[in-house]
């Protein structure tokens, strides 16, 4: 879905602006504060005598020395210990669908405080930044986010969007246009690919034809490299973890699994500061295998895949920007946890890539099965290419991985480090990262707990996957998994005590991957999360 012509004019004057936009059908103006509103529209004057409560909410003001067609947004408060961006976010979002209903196309959106204010230094980042510095690529993203709808839906009906938009930066620093507009945009095309295999049917977006889609978005593309491995027997080779949750798909040709890589090499390498790996867990539907789902929770599981939609997102805003302090690679293990005469069951002691013997403790617990074997790969090129890149290497895994995640942090995204990627700050610049982009992210921790909870009871086993309960009813449940990954991978032989270093931080999108509430007895909407925070971390 090709996104509407943007324009940025840097002007501290709305109505000197609007002079520069003959073609809009509509003016929308954002504000704080109410004497503001009416500062910029005084035909809004009256309407705030008359009704103490005008301005409370998005309204449509007709008699405007504006627009003959004003939309008054309130933000809401900007102020408060728990105030953050996503008061644009929110607001622009809204204002968006209400826009297209009412057929606007080319609206003009400005500000009549809002980007004027000077904030405190934040005491939400760690890096003080200022909360609302991004508030106007978050509103436009915003807006963006509003048009939007997902492959199934363009396949089947016409989608009314935007023409074109155009936002009135009334800050008093200017703005780069051209850059800003191309990471938003950048940024906003990586989400619509991750919300493209997030969001539709099991069916429509199995692991083959997630592989077809991807390879149609990335043709032409000449600095990412893309390569799909189809051979079930390669793929019971590289990825003996997964190859064993895959295994009663065999049975039915088009559920057939695929592995994604993705390669993004900095044009100048001499710029290069780190080098960044990053696993998706992209299974297309969750039936818990044998300890199958059941009492309706296997519903919402065709989202089992965002993890790996987050990741080829996030390429395609690679892709897009090409950044030179970062050389990128990527794997996506796409696979369905079916029920069949061929599931794997738990007690099997399956061997990893890693020659690591796992003990199956839950075949629920497939998820860190999946990404394991592939983030033992990426271990396994780090170390055979140091002299090549000599660079830091930071490797991540992306997942819905645990109920256990929204249970403890609600709609929020999770990301845990090991003590490399600690001492790279890498959690603290996702927090920060997301903080500014209305992606939130909460920090938690990967304690020693995590990972002697795994260790092996008997001699036959190296690692357990997982216990026999829901990760929402074991204590660290959505910790111990990233300690299971790092061991079963190998990666916890490269922690701050060894030789090589690696950093080793799990990003779990369980509950940020979807909004946290659906309408009526419908599916959540699929978010984009974490997009905007990966960007803002490791490329902007």
């Excluded at 503001?36 to 004057?45: F, G, N, R, V």
């Excluded at 301005?55 to 210990?81: A, C, F, K, M």
């Excluded at 997964?242 to 040709?253: C, I, K, N």
């Excluded at 088009?254 to 390498?269: A, I, L, N």
Aim: negative net charge; aromatic residues 8%.
């Amino acid at each position: 879905m090709e996104l509407p012509k943007l324009s940025i004019i840097n002007s501290t004057s709305v109505q000197e602006s609007l002079t520069k936009t003959d073609s809009s059908d509509a003016v929308i103006v954002f504000f704080s504060n109410k004497d503001s509103l009416s500062a910029l529209a005084p035909s809004t004057q009256r309407h705030l005598e008359l009704d103490p409560t005008f301005g409370d909410d998005l309204q449509l003001v007709i008699d405007s020395n504006l627009h003959e067609r004003l939309l008054t947004v309130p933000t809401g408060s900007l102020t408060n210990d728990f105030d953050d961006v996503r008061r644009f976010k929110d607001a622009a979002y809204a204002t968006g669908q209400r826009a297209l209903k009412m057929g606007i196309r080319r609206p003009v959106i400005c500000f009549a405080d809002v980007l004027k204010q000077q904030q405190q230094p934040s005491a939400w980042t760690f890096s003080e930044l200022d909360d609302y510095e991004r508030a106007l690529e978050v509103t436009m993203l915003g807006f963006l986010e509003a048009e939007f709808e997902p492959i199934d839906v363009r396949r089947v009906k016409q989608v009314k969007s935007f023409e074109s938009l155009t936002f009135v930066n009334t800050a008093a620093n200017e703005v780069d246009v051209e850059t800003l507009i191309k990471q938003v945009s950048a940024m906003e095309a990586g989400r619509r690919v991750c919300k493209d295999i997030g969001n539709p049917d099991p069916e429509i977006m199995s692991p083959i034809n997630i592989a077809k889609y991807i390879q149609e978005q990335f043709a032409g593309v000449e600095n990412v490299k893309v390569s799909i491995m189809d051979d079930i027997e390669e793929i019971k080779k590289n990825y003996p973890l997964a190859h064993a949750v895959t295994r009663a798909s065999l049975a039915v040709e088009r559920h057939h699994p695929r592995f994604v890589h993705f390669e993004y090499k900095s044009p100048d390498q001499s710029q290069v500061k780190e080098n960044l790996y990053f696993v998706g867990k992209g299974v297309t539907y969750d039936t818990g295998g044998a300890d199958i789902k059941c009492s309706g929770h296997m519903r919402d599981m065709s989202r089992d895949k965002c993890g790996a939609a987050a990741v080829a997102g996030f390429f395609k805003t690679i892709a897009l920007l090409n950044p030179t302090k970062v050389n990128v690679t990527g794997g996506l293990a796409l696979v369905r946890n079916s029920v069949g005469p061929d599931m794997y069951v738990s007690d099997e002691v399956i061997v990893s890539r890693n020659g690591t013997r796992v003990l199956v403790g839950n075949t629920d617990a497939e998820g860190r099965m999946v990404m394991t074997d592939l983030l033992c790969e990426f271990k396994e090129r780090v170390l055979a290419n140091q002299a090549e890149y000599p660079q830091p290497s930071l490797l991540f895994t992306c997942a819905t991985l645990t109920g256990h995640a929204i249970r403890a942090y609600d709609g929020y995204g999770i990301s845990l480090d090991n003590g490399v990627a600690r001492q790279h700050k890498v959690s603290r610049r996702i927090f920060d990262a997301g903080h500014v982009f209305a992606d939130p992210f909460e920090i938690s921790t990967l304690r020693r707990e995590d990972v002697t909870c795994v260790r092996p009871g008997r001699s036959s086993e190296d690692l357990v996957s997982a216990n026999d309960q829901p990760s929402t009813m074991t204590n660290r449940g959505h910790q111990y998994p990233a300690g299971f990954m790092l061991q079963a991978s190998g990666l916890d032989k490269h922690g701050i005590d060894a030789e090589v270093k690696l950093g080793y931080t799990h990003v779990d999108i369980a509950g940020s991957a979807e909004t946290t509430s659906a309408v009526g007895w419908s599916l959540p909407r699929v978010t984009g999360s974490p997009i905007l925070a990966l960007s803002g971390a490791f490329l902007l």
